[in-house]
């Protein structure tokens, strides 16, 4: 048996965890935590917001699912890391924003980190087993968001209702935001930087608009390995859960006559920025990625609630990361420190610009 605790339990990535958890026997639910929605007898124990890493301490988890959304999920991220319990992690922003720290603590705690993030994934089962010199590159797809194709003055007024219709993923709020914007994109560099121990120049991102590709390795001998298949967020769930074992899912096989089409194009960085800031916050290192995630989150919830127009999010996580320090965090309390002065900056930029 498996003791499994699935955070962030009535979202997107949580649900779609619990169908999983269901149809398989040896993996028994023993916490789940949620941030406002009510989720009563869901677990033997549930949680409504409040500290995650206490429900964890209650729950001596096997596997923790850490698929909260946004810099809240840090706590988990790290709690678990630090006791060696495998990490299922769908809550990219917590290694984004703490790289370093998650991998120190992993290194203390021993345990496994399974990416849940499909790109992740697929990349982990390309890389499982071979040594990081054979590597050429990542190459991590995006499918371009409901914006592809447009260029940058025909994204001045698109609503967040265009901008929450994903051509080929459902999925929560934020991270639909961030697709549009290639934010998502951007934060999934950081994080392969820090799963995979790659540097930025081995790191690349392609539009691949139907989605079938998660991603590319490319080996030293012109050989590249791609991990393909429908775009289902339960094949990386299943796979994270079921590790090694790789169980069954209901996803149906790919129907390779019936029309698929792998068609690959390179994103258009000028209409895009969020992706060139996340770059160049990840080679910057420090706490600049920490920042990057805090204007983002900020620039996001903004443009949700009508203050913002879609271009302002890239405008406050950039000048945001021109006014941070983006010195290193040497512990829980910088980091904590770091998120919190981005974010404070972020809001400022936020009310100059809803003022113009
Ligand atoms: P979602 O908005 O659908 O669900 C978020 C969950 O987190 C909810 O259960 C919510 O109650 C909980 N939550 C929010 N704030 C919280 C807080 N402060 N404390 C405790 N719980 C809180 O989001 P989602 O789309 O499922 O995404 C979850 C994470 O997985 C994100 O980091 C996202 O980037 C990542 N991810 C999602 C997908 C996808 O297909 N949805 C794919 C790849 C990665
Ligand atoms: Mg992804």
Not at 36 to 65: C, H, K, M, N
Request: aromatic share 6%; hydrophobic share 45%; net charge negative.
């Amino acid at each position: 048996m498996k003791r499994v605790a699935v955070l962030g339990a009535t979202g997107s990535i949580g649900t779609q965890a619990l169908e999983i958890i269901e149809a398989h026997p040896e993996l028994e639910l023993v916490a789940a935590a949620s941030g406002s929605q009510q989720i009563d007898g869901l677990a033997p124990l549930t949680q409504v917001g409040g500290d995650l890493t206490e429900l964890l301490e209650r729950a001596e988890p096997d596997v923790v699912l850490n698929a909260v959304v946004g810099f809240a999920g840090l706590g988990p991220t790290l709690w678990t890391l630090e006791r060696g319990v495998t990490l299922e992690l769908a809550n990219k922003e917590s290694l984004v924003a703490a790289g370093e720290l998650a991998l120190a603590a992993q290194e203390r705690g021993r345990g496994l980190l399974l990416p849940v993030d499909s790109e992740h994934s697929a990349a982990f089962q390309c890389l499982e087993g071979r040594p990081l010199e054979t590597v050429y590159s990542l190459v991590l797809t995006a499918s371009g968001g409901p914006f592809r194709g447009r260029n940058r003055d025909e994204l001045t007024d698109v609503t967040p209702e265009e901008a929450l219709a994903h051509p080929t993923w459902n999925m929560g709020p934020k991270i639909t935001i961030d697709s549009a914007t290639l934010a998502n994109k951007g934060l999934e560099q950081i994080e392969a930087h820090f799963l995979f121990g790659l540097e930025y120049e081995r790191i690349e991102v392609v539009v691949h608009p139907t989605s079938v590709v998660h991603a590319l390795v490319r080996f030293r001998d012109g050989a590249a390995l791609a991990h393909l298949g429908y775009p289902d967020m339960r094949v990386p769930i299943s796979y994270a859960l079921t590790y090694p074992e790789r169980g069954a899912t209901p996803v149906e096989p790919l129907d390779l006559a019936g029309g698929l089409v792998l068609e690959f194009e390179t994103p258009d960085l000028e209409t895009f920025p969020m992706l060139t800031l996340a770059r160049r916050a990840g080679e910057q290192g420090g706490s600049y990625p920490c920042a990057y995630n805090a204007a983002n989150e900020v620039g996001v919830a903004a443009f949700l609630e009508g203050g913002i127009r879609f271009p302002d999010i890239a405008v406050i996580v950039g000048e945001t990361l021109e006014a941070v320090d983006g010195a290193p965090a040497h512990g829980y309390d910088d980091l904590i420190e770091a998120d919190a002065e981005a974010r404070r900056l972020a809001e400022q930029e936020v009310g100059a610009l809803s003022r113009s």
